[in-house]
């Protein structure tokens, strides 16, 4: 039996499976390294954050993006931001060279057993371990709205649904929200030819501000710190102290999950944005049918904040909405593992200040934390503060049951199973 499994193999998943190997725990580690960066955002994106806040996380801070891309030839500059494909092959460097061999085979569900936990492979092996730690991502989150649920994927997808954006060359296509995914998706869409709208609840776009120079007086860095979640003290805090933030009072971080860093986009997708897409504003989607008839498609009848109805006809909708972490959605959880979590006020699973949640062993990492641990929970950086905490978090927990079983310590100052080279 594993010490610990780390089902997921994106930025967290990965940062946590380098500590764990980095303490010497008994580790394995099942999911498609990058899978989401790879295979659910088209070509063409790139990083919204900057960077030096868009490393992963191994013990030694060895495997860093700025190192890769040196080795590519190309200099990680603040304030340029990286494309998402050399990210993603950052990634996949990353779990070459700074964590133990990833069975990239996909987990179907996590069972409680005596002792631990059984997960069950796609191809039905099994495999056991004492304590389990999901960083299963943002996919399984996908959050699409009420009115559209109804209509078939021919009409209405996400935007994570698309690992490139060919098939809406030529056609008219109409994009939902008013933040970064939805503006950059909008951008790509333009510049390939689609016939593109987006259509916000918002009165208005917000974009991000240019970044200020990296070296700059004192007193201006004092006034705005830089963060990993941009400038400001505000920032600063949910970027560098989140263990901070989850000493907060529960209604107070559920509020800040909530509304910090809301929709905006990022700077340099602005002047590709105004010039090229139809935007409408102000508007919220009230119902929708699928037309019929030869051409098809989607009839959407909007109501603005006044009560104005509107209506616009389209080919395809993509919804840019986000996701939502909630509990339900954790469906590779075995009944007895999901109806047993406590949850918080968003309905996310509540976890203590190692990232377990309710269910001993049970540890929880990436966006379904944040209304734990704050806003950085949804970015690259938060898997630094996460892998650190939560492997802290496992060794408590297995030098707990050690303790009360008579057995050994795991990991008791070894470190193995990671590579040196690649």
Same mark, same amino acid.
């Given at each position: 039996?594993?010490?610990?499994? @780390?089902?997921?193999?994106?930025?967290?998943?990965?940062?946590?499976? /380098?500590?764990? &190997?980095?303490?010497?725990?008994?580790?394995?580690?099942?999911? +498609?390294?990058?899978?989401?960066?790879?295979?659910?955002?088209?070509?063409?994106?790139?990083?919204?954050?900057?960077?030096?806040?868009?490393?992963?996380?191994?013990?030694?801070?060895?495997? +860093?993006?700025?190192?890769?891309?040196?080795?590519?030839?190309?200099? !990680?500059?603040?304030?340029?931001?990286?494309?998402?494909?050399?990210?993603?092959?950052?990634?996949? $460097?990353? !779990?070459?060279?700074?964590?133990?061999?990833?069975?990239?085979?996909?987990?179907?569900? =996590?069972?409680?057993? %005596?002792?631990?936990?059984? !997960?069950?492979?796609?191809?039905?092996?099994? @495999?056991?371990?004492?304590?389990?730690?999901?960083?299963?991502?943002?996919?399984?989150?996908?959050?699409?709205?009420?009115?559209?649920?109804?209509?078939?994927?021919?009409?209405? *997808?996400?935007?994570?649904?698309?690992?490139?954006?060919?098939?809406?060359?030529?056609?008219?296509?109409?994009?939902?929200?008013?933040?970064?995914?939805?503006?950059?998706?909008?951008?790509? #869409?333009?510049?390939?030819?689609?016939?593109?709208?987006? #259509?916000?609840?918002?009165?208005?776009?917000?974009?991000?501000?240019?970044?200020?120079? $990296?070296?700059?007086?004192? $007193?201006? /860095?004092?006034?705005?710190?830089?963060?990993? #979640?941009?400038?400001?003290?505000?920032? $600063?805090?949910?970027?560098?102290?989140?263990?901070?933030?989850?000493?907060? %009072?529960?209604?107070?971080?559920?509020?800040? !999950?909530?509304?910090?860093?809301?929709?905006?986009?990022?700077?340099?997708?602005?002047?590709?944005?105004?010039?090229?897409?139809? =935007?409408?504003?102000?508007?919220? @989607?009230?119902?929708?049918?699928?037309?019929?008839?030869?051409?098809?498609?989607? +009839? #959407?009848?909007?109501?603005?904040?006044?009560?104005?109805?509107?209506?616009?006809?389209?080919?395809?909708?993509?919804?840019?909405?986000?996701?939502?972490?909630?509990?339900?959605?954790?469906?590779?959880?075995?009944?007895?593992?999901?109806?047993?979590?406590?949850? *918080?006020?968003?309905? /996310?699973?509540?976890?203590?200040?190692?990232?377990?949640?309710?269910? %001993?062993?049970?540890?929880?990492?990436?966006?379904?934390?944040?209304?734990?641990?704050?806003?950085?929970?949804?970015?690259?950086?938060?898997?630094?503060?996460?892998?650190?905490?939560?492997?802290?978090?496992?060794?408590?927990?297995?030098?707990?049951? &050690?303790?009360?079983?008579?057995?050994?310590?795991?990991?008791?100052?070894?470190?193995?199973?990671?590579?040196?080279?690649?």
């Amino acid at each position: 039996m594993y010490d610990l499994l @780390v089902v997921g193999a994106g930025p967290y998943g990965l940062s946590i499976a /380098s500590h764990a &190997a980095g303490a010497g725990l008994r580790l394995r580690v099942l999911g +498609r390294p990058m899978a989401s960066w790879r295979d659910h955002m088209p070509r063409g994106m790139y990083l919204k954050s900057e960077p030096w806040a868009s490393n992963l996380s191994d013990p030694d801070n060895r495997w +860093r993006l700025d190192t890769y891309c040196a080795g590519q030839g190309v200099k !990680a500059r603040h304030g340029q931001p990286i494309p998402l494909e050399m990210f993603a092959a950052y990634g996949q $460097w990353f !779990a070459r060279n700074a964590v133990p061999e990833v069975d990239e085979r996909t987990v179907t569900r =996590v069972t409680p057993v %005596p002792g631990g936990f059984e !997960a069950v492979a796609e191809d039905g092996e099994t @495999v056991r371990a004492r304590t389990v730690a999901l960083a299963v991502g943002v996919l399984p989150f996908v959050e699409i709205p009420a009115t559209l649920r109804a209509l078939g994927p021919d009409l209405v *997808s996400h935007s994570s649904h698309h690992g490139d954006l060919d098939r809406f060359r030529g056609r008219d296509v109409t994009v939902i929200g008013g933040g970064q995914a939805a503006l950059e998706t909008a951008a790509l #869409l333009a510049e390939q030819g689609t016939r593109v709208r987006v #259509l916000a609840r918002a009165e208005q776009l917000h974009w991000n501000d240019v970044p200020p120079p $990296w070296e700059r007086p004192w $007193w201006r /860095s004092a006034r705005a710190p830089h963060s990993g #979640l941009g400038c400001g003290w505000r920032n $600063w805090f949910y970027a560098e102290r989140p263990g901070l933030f989850h000493r907060l %009072p529960e209604p107070t971080r559920a509020r800040i !999950a909530t509304t910090a860093l809301g929709p905006a986009g990022a700077w340099w997708v602005r002047d590709r944005v105004e010039p090229a897409v139809e =935007v409408l504003l102000g508007q919220e @989607v009230a119902k929708a049918r699928e037309l019929t008839g030869a051409g098809g498609g989607v +009839r #959407l009848d909007t109501v603005t904040r006044s009560g104005e109805r509107r209506s616009l006809e389209t080919e395809h909708v993509i919804a840019a909405t986000g996701f939502r972490a909630t509990c339900d959605r954790l469906s590779l959880l075995d009944p007895r593992l999901g109806t047993g979590l406590g949850a *918080s006020a968003d309905g /996310s699973p509540a976890v203590g200040r190692h990232f377990e949640s309710s269910y %001993p062993g049970l540890f929880l990492a990436g966006l379904v934390t944040a209304s734990g641990f704050g806003p950085s929970m949804r970015f690259v950086h938060g898997a630094t503060f996460t892998a650190e905490t939560l492997v802290r978090g496992v060794r408590r927990r297995l030098r707990a049951e &050690a303790r009360a079983g008579g057995g050994t310590v795991p990991g008791q100052g070894r470190r193995e199973g990671v590579r040196s080279a690649g």
